[in-house]
């Protein structure tokens, strides 16, 4: 019984680390400069036209099985430490929405934060278009319209 609460209390702690991250890049969103903002904006949207260019639709993460949203956590996990390690914090900061995101479809006491962080990013500045384009042309990648925000988490329920 004791080891049946004890790995209770570690898959807990672990729920509420993630609820804790996600929500500390939400409150960093509501306090940061606008150009700030809409650098992780601009990130974010990168990384969802990267996404769709490969074939996956962050749009629908909330659609997909289980095991298609595990490889993108693990795929984004490693890829953020990458970006990180060669300080581009700006870029890891982007993908690291998606991340959240996915977190939050695996476990959905997460999702409160990650709507917060989708409003920010959503209401950030009119740069954000110009960011983009810049990033999608630094990529090598057409000049996408519109902002992309994953279904159901674009507005608070």
């Known amino acids: 019984m004791a080891g049946t609460d004890f ?10 680390a993630l609820v804790d991250e996600a ?10 400069k606008p150009h700030a903002v809409e650098q992780h904006a601009a990130a974010a949207q990168f990384w969802a036209q990267v996404h769709l260019a490969q074939g996956q639709d962050l ?7 289980a095991a298609e949203v595990q490889r993108f956590v693990r795929a984004s996990q490693t890829k953020i430490a990458a970006l990180r390690k060669t300080r581009d914090y700006v870029s ?6 998606w991340l959240h995101t996915a977190r939050a479809v695996q476990e959905p006491r997460i999702t409160p934060a990650v709507r ?3 409003t920010h990013l ?6 954000v278009e110009a ?12 000049v996408a319209e519109g902002r992309l925000v994953p279904e159901g988490f674009g507005e608070p329920s």
Not at 122 to 127: E, I, L, P, R
């Open 131 to 142: 960011m983009l384009a810049d990033l999608l042309e630094d990529g090598g990648m057409a």
């Open 116 to 118: 917060e962080i989708w």
């Open 7 to 16: 790995s209770n209390w570690q898959k807990e702690k672990a729920v509420q």
């Open 122 to 127: 959503s209401a950030a500045g009119q740069n």
């Open 23 to 32: 929500q500390a890049v939400a409150d960093r969103l509501a306090g940061g």
């Open 92 to 97: 890891s900061d982007g993908l690291a929405a």
């Open 59 to 65: 749009t629908k993460l909330a659609t997909w099985k």
